[in-house]
């Protein structure tokens, strides 16, 4: 459908798959692109109509396929361009849209153009990066003090050439200049040949990073982020998103998502505009950085915070842009007791109030692999566990005091930890949980034999199942999809309570969060003629929002007329 631009986003519910712990298809323990065809009848079941898989381009694995050596091919481990072509073809075949992650902030230290870069001055590649000289009197020490977000700093010294490179991740993910207007080019090429390959949209990964600030001046005091007010949302950002938008997005019937930490409701609204012409959505992170200090260090989460959050971005974004909602990515931890609590015995009831809570809001929904059977966080007893390019960088900065600090890290990565969410998919009761044949690249979660799709599927009452009336129920709801929303309780420490009402109809949305009954008092101003109740995680013995004592995570949907 060239040039025509449709919102179809808007009634999409997307499917995040993180290739490498999915499906393995040939017993290397690597997840594939064969794994994932043969599982596309189980994404069409559970009823969504879009996939955003995780990169899946040529590159070295540095940090998982987010540094790519080959923007136009597959990676060797996950098969072949002609294995994704039937991929897309399968995926389109079932209604559902393919979302591929676009990493233009950075390459692989191993794509050509950094090789030819990297190899002096005058390399007409030279500008394709950002090289700078060193200070002090022989140019050793970094040209600022901008800092990895992984860690250390952001510069890595070249001898042959005396200059140094900008890399805001891993020293093998030099960031692109995209002063340079050939870069720039490049990418359009590069977005252009997948659309023309049939992909509907794009997860932009680290989006907001692309446009750094002339001079490249220091950065102020900021714990693991040193030099972000000089590159998150720099100066030319809304210019080059603009230009990619006219002059290939544009031409598409696709979405956009632009991966979009530490933005603000003002920042997202001139992301998402329709009318700038920039991108269609963002993800936001403020709800999952309230229970963290300096973004980083747990501490507990408070319910009044999370909401306030959410209050915040559905109002704000109301009529102005468009939402992503989300709990789990491949970078976050698993949702279940990072947001519940300890659930004990209720890990059903837990996970499906969780799908409430979030997916009766405004926006375009994700679930990530796993999160729809409620897959949980991986017991690590030791650091050598954690696989994540991340876990490097931490024991780099730690030092000689790393056996001293070993139990705290230990401790703040299990909770943290990016592989949390990254072991691999629970298909089954099966060895290594039907997910390989062969040795998994990352651990198999112990706790697969209970939880795993089969014994989710073969339950009227498991997650999966309740996922999937969910996902039908929001399909074709202009409730869900354009419904005003209010917020009841704001500073109840244990429910979520909200409406959202559209048209003389309403949902009526009741959490509770904590492990444990508590005294629900029906709101005074609520009339109605009748109440339906759609959506419960205990039996459907509710009639309507009147005083009741809530079960340990209870939640419920009530359309009320
Ligand atoms: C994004 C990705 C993350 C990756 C980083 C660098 O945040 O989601 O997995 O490490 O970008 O590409
Ligand atoms: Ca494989």
Redesign the pocket.
Known sequence: MDGIRTRWYKDAFIYQIYPRSFCDSNGDGVGDIRGIISKLDYLKELGVNAVWLSPCYKSPND?NG?DISDYRDIMDEFGTLEDWKEMVAGMHERGIKLIMDL?V??TSDEHPWFIESRKGKDNPYRDYYIWRKGKGKDGKKPPNNWTSRFGGSAWEYDEASGEWYLHL?TKK?PDLNWDNPKVRKEVQDIVRYWLDLGVDGFRC??ITYISKREGLPDGKFNIGAVGDEHFTHGPNIHKYLNELFTEVLSKYDCMTVG?AAGVTIEQAQLYTDESRGELDTVFMFEHVEVDRYFRMFPKKLSLPRLKAVFAKWQLGLRDKGWNSLYYEN??QPRSLKRFTGDYGNLRKEAAKMLAISLYMQQGTPYVYQGQEIGMTNYPFKSLDEHKDVVIRYVRKALGVFEPLLRKVVLKVMNIRG?DNARTPMQWSAQENAGFTSGTPWINVNPNYKEINVEAELADPDSILNFYKKLIAFRKNNDIIKYGNYKENYASHKDIYCYERWWHGEKLFVLCNFKNKPVEFKATKDLAYETCELKLHNYGYDRTAPEDMVLRPYEAMVFLIK
């Open positions: 940090d987010y990493v902030n950075h991740f993910q990964d680290v991966e491949h970078d990016r």
